[in-house]
């Protein structure tokens, strides 16, 4: 597992369990030589929009609906990022630029890189985010937060929201673990 997605889940205290598989050339393919669901498998595809490029993340067994996603990002045309994109992409390291709270917590949290965590909506928490966020020189803020950040925080470039909708008979499988773990 790379590093990074490994942070990622951490942070958030996601429960996963990492499966080893012989391999595949599609992420369909590898959810198949695991014996898993499709459903069950994420992939990550990345498009190029007006802003500059995003992570698009769906299951292994779906294909990306780039008219639906020039929808959720409203504006401009949207493509596949080839190959060479890609490679010229670079994820901003926020550290540098933070401030207040959210400087304490990457001096408490130093494995933490390359996400800028939310740790609150007060105002003074509002404005260390917009800070931070406005001084890293990223040129598009990709946010995996529950709420839409662009009605809390104002900054210099797009803001755009990541998530992925499940299919019913997944989340009517999934209410009963929820329910466990929240309970």
């Not at 889940?9 to 695991?34: D, F, I, W």
């Not at 931070?132 to 040129?139: E, P, R, W």
């Not at 755009?160 to 909708?165: F, G, P």
């Amino acid at each position: 597992m790379h590093q990074r997605l490994a942070e990622f889940l951490k942070l958030r205290q996601a429960k996963y369990r990492l499966v080893t598989h012989p391999g595949g050339v599609t992420a369909q393919e590898q959810a198949s030589s695991s014996h898993t669901s499709g459903w069950s498998w994420a992939k990550v595809v990345i498009v190029k929009e007006r802003d500059g490029y995003m992570m698009a993340v769906l299951p292994a067994c779906c294909v990306v609906d780039l008219n639906r996603l020039k929808g959720l990002i409203g504006h401009g045309d949207v493509q596949l990022a080839t190959v060479e994109e890609i490679h010229g992409v670079e994820i901003v390291d926020p550290r540098p630029h933070a401030v207040g709270s959210i400087r304490a917590l990457f001096e408490r949290y130093p494995h933490l890189k390359n996400v800028v965590p939310a740790m609150g909506y007060t105002k003074e928490q509002v404005k260390e985010l917009e800070d931070t966020i406005n001084q890293s020189g990223a040129d598009i803020v990709v946010a995996g937060t529950p709420i839409d950040l662009k009605r809390v925080i104002k900054v210099k470039m797009p803001v755009v929201r990541v998530r992925y909708d499940c299919p019913p008979e997944l989340v009517e499988r999934l209410r009963p673990l929820v329910a466990r773990v929240f309970a």
